[in-house]
RNA sequence: CGGGGUAUGGCGCAGCCCGGCUAGCGCACCUGCUUUGGGAGCAGGGGGUCGCAGGUUCGAAUCCUGCUACCCCGACCA
């Protein structure tokens, strides 16, 4: 399995592609740039969902669904949307198939052309205010505080498992309020919980800004962002949340009578995190012996290898594998008991190791009549034999000490890939070497952005929610006065 | 859209340059015996329209023409 498995070192691209395909993640479709994400995979996905759908209900969100299709003339209601999204739309243009004259199969039957085309949703917000048109009158009806759970489609040009396919899962939330601030309040509370749940779930720790106006969403007034640094020193955008201001209230006229009695339109916000969270996840832990899952996040918590020769043996060694099993459920840890007698133990080891279990538990005839059983860790890839008694707390208190190690493993690689820089030479000498986050004064126009862009392919991930305006300085590049350092990068 | 690569049992590949007899190897799979604390060993066995369509030839996985698909690198993007 993890044989002629790649190092991160010799080739971190095809280190990640083998990674989720040999991980049982995910594999490629037939169809290009689309990919089947497998159980294994779907189940981590599931984790995340479970987690992130937990607290959006607790910020007082509820689901719904809206449909797959869009009319084509609903994109156009908003100019910069359209813009944004159109080059990479798939579009709906008939509803039938008929089989070939001449008998060569089927061919798209003409005669079936829709009136309107539709579009393949890139995103939401045009179906959604359409509908909350119809939804809102009062200040009474407000807010609305809506996520869906979808898949959306966004024909890229280049793909890449994860982290940008032409089809990918995510949600979407989208609220409307009566006022600028609560809106404000609630994209940035939005953010939040993509924080919290990127450092407390994925140990995953995370860089919160705003998106320069290059960067910034198609339709939004202020776009935040999440950015996380991969192991190969690239940023990746993690998840955004958006004040639309008054944009799409305007532009699909949904308008509500103020306690005033005034016609206003709505305030509204979107948000929004996808599968590409599973190459985060993947990128910010994983070793060259495959994949490390937090805890938290881990389909299998625990994975139980019996170890035996004669029957006898199985019976006993397995008997008290499903014992212990039984015991780690009752605390609410997800295991799984490997009792396979078709693979060896050496398999298994590799096998679950290669697929980031954070613990295993390796039970044989000697644990047996030592009272212990072997527990090795995934993060740290060590071995012990630890006493059976106690161990329910000894397991509990690992996966603990696993999630807490697996973060601060990341923030200490944050820290050393994060570089404060002061002039062009050295910022263009750290990128190329060392690469991650750095840190610099930026003049704060859109021209130094472009040409920063063209000259190294640095982007600014974002200006900070903390930035500091204490630390005026000159630009890095163009020497003109900044109030504060932004974060530049390379990202995915 | 530009550049590169690939297409041969389920998977990974060799064979192609220089055409030839039954298309081969590893893994996986099936049967049996021995094994089991880091990817087991031996023996036997099953499985392939060589991406598609033409062409050259006595004969094509191999040469020629056209097509298609996917992957990688770039431009575009979450």
Known sequence: MAKNFVSREENYSQWYNDLVIKADLAEYSAVRG????KPYGYAIWEMMQAALDKKF?????????????????????EAKHVE?????????????????????????????????????????????WDTYRKWVQSWRDLPILINQWANVVRWEMR?????????????????????????????KKMLGVYTDFAKNFMAMPVIQGVKTEN???????????????????????????????QNFAKAFDVKFLSKENKLEYVWATSWGVSTRLMGALIMT??????????????P???????????????????????????ELEKLGIRVKHDDRDTQKPGYKFAEWEFKGVPLRIAIGPRDLKNNTVELARRDTLSKSFTPMDGLNDTVVNLLDEIQNNLYNKAIDFRSEHTTEVNNWQEFKEVLENKGGFILAHWD????????????????????????????????VYSGKPSKGRVVFAKAY
């Open 84 to 128: 944004g999204f159109a080059k990479e739309c798939a579009v709906v243009t008939h509803y039938r198939l008929k089989n070939d004259e001449n008998g060569k199969g089927i061919v798209v039957d003409p005669d079936a052309k829709l009136e309107e085309e539709l579009i393949v949703r890139p995103t939401s917000e045009t179906i959604i």
């Open 159 to 187: 793909t890449r498992l994860f982290l940008r396919t032409a089809e990918f899962l995510w949600q979407e939330g989208h609220t409307a309020h009566a006022t600028k601030q609560e809106a404000e309040v609630e994209a």
């Open 444 to 475: 704060g126009s859109s021209e130094t952005e472009d040409k920063i862009k063209e000259e190294t392919k640095a982007t600014i991930r974002s200006i900070p929610l903390d930035y500091d305006e204490s630390e005026e300085g000159k630009c």
């Open 34 to 37: 689309s990919m089947v994400i």
């Open 215 to 245: 960067e910034r969403f198609a339709g939004a007034i202020e776009t935040y962002c999440i950015e996380a640094l991969m192991q190969d020193g690239k940023a990746l955008q993690a998840g955004t949340s958006h004040f639309l201001g």
């Open 300 to 326: 299998f918590q625990v994975v139980i290898i019996p170890i035996y020769r004669k029957e006898e043996e199985r019976l006993a060694v397995i008997a008290k594998g499903n014992q212990i099993k039984e």
């Open 57 to 77: 209900k607790e910020t007082g969100h509820v689901n719904a669904y809206f449909p797959l299709f869009i009319p084509k003339s609903f994109f156009s209601k």
């Open 285 to 298: 832990h994983s070793d060259d012996s495959g994949l490390v899952l937090p805890p938290k996040l881990a």
